[in-house]
C-alpha cells in the first residue's frame, strides 16, 4: 500500500499570502496524483489532477507541480473561500486508493 | 450537471446491516466505475471500494472485505453498498464519487453523502 503524508498538518496564514502544502508518497507514484479541497460539512472537490492539471472551473491561482514521491500543491494569494482542508490521492498502484491524511488551511 | 444522491444511512448496532443507495443522472452511467469513499468524524478520506462500469470487477479495501459488497444497477443507474457485520469504527460519512473519463480514478463528481453510525 502507498502511503501518502502530507505537511504540514495546519497551515496558518492571511488572505493574500501563498500557500505551500506537501504530499510525499512512500514509493513512487509517477504524475499520478491528485489534489481536492474540503470545506466543513461539504464533499470534497478535485483542484487538480495528475500532479498538474487543473480541473475544470479551478481557478489558475491552484498549481500543482511534483512527481515520483515529492509533491506540491501551490494556492499564490489565498482567498477567504480558499481556507478549508485540502487531501492528495494517488491512484498509480490500487488497490487501495489512497488519500493523504490532510492539510488544514487555517486563518491567521 | 452530473448528480449523485445517496441514500440509506442511519444509525444500527454493531453486528447490524445497513444498505447504501446512490442514485445518479445526467450522465451515462454504465460508462463510469463508480467508488465509495468514507470519512470517520473528525478524520480524513478512506476508499472503500470501486466497481468497474459493467459490474464485473469489483475492488475492496482490507478494512471492509468479506463485509462489504458493491454491487450497481445499470438500468436505473444506482450504485449499492450492502454493509454487514458493521463495526464502530465503520461509523463514517460515506459518500459515492464518479471517476474522471477512462478508468482515471480521480473523483470530479461526488455525492453529499449519508451518514453512518454504529452504535448500540
Known amino acids: 500500500e502507498i502511503v501518502l503524508t502530507q505537511s504540514p498538518a495546519t497551515l496558518s496564514l492571511s488572505p493574500g499570502e501563498r500557500a505551500t502544502l506537501s504530499c510525499r508518497a512512500s514509493?513512487?507514484?509517477?504524475?499520478?496524483l491528485a489534489w481536492y479541497q474540503q470545506k466543513p460539512g461539504q464533499a470534497p472537490r478535485l483542484l487538480i489532477y495528475d500532479a498538474s492539471y487543473r480541473d475544470v472551473g479551478i481557478p489558475a491561482r491552484f498549481s500543482g507541480s511534483g512527481s515520483g514521491t515529492d509533491f506540491t500543491l501551490t494556492i499564490t494569494s489565498l482567498e477567504p473561500e480558499d481556507f478549508a482542508v485540502y487531501y492528495c490521492?494517488?491512484?498509480?498502484?490500487?488497490?487501495?486508493?489512497?488519500f493523504g491524511g490532510g492539510t488544514k488551511v487555517e486563518m491567521k | 450537471e452530473f448528480q449523485l444522491l445517496e441514500s440509506g444511512g442511519g444509525l444500527v448496532q454493531p453486528g447490524g446491516s445497513l444498505r447504501l443507495s446512490c442514485a445518479a443522472s445526467k450522465f451515462t452511467f454504465d460508462a463510469y466505475a463508480m467508488t465509495w469513499v468514507r470519512q470517520a468524524p473528525g478524520k480524513g478520506l478512506e476508499w472503500v471500494s470501486t466497481i468497474s462500469g459493467s459490474g464485473d470487477s469489483t475492488y475492496y479495501a482490507d478494512s471492509v472485505k468479506g463485509r462489504f459488497t458493491i454491487s450497481r444497477d445499470n438500468a436505473k443507474n444506482t450504485l449499492f453498498l450492502q454493509m454487514t457485520n458493521l463495526r464502530a469504527e465503520d461509523t463514517a460519512i460515506y459518500y459515492c464519487?464518479?471517476?474522471?473519463?477512462?478508468?482515471?480514478?480521480?473523483?470530479?463528481?461526488w455525492g453529499q453523502g449519508t451518514r453512518v453510525t454504529v452504535s448500540s
Open positions: 464519487a464518479k471517476p474522471q473519463p477512462d478508468m482515471r480514478l480521480y473523483f470530479d463528481y
Open positions: 490521492q494517488q491512484r498509480f498502484n490500487w488497490p487501495p486508493l489512497t
Open positions: 514509493q513512487s507514484v509517477g504524475n499520478y
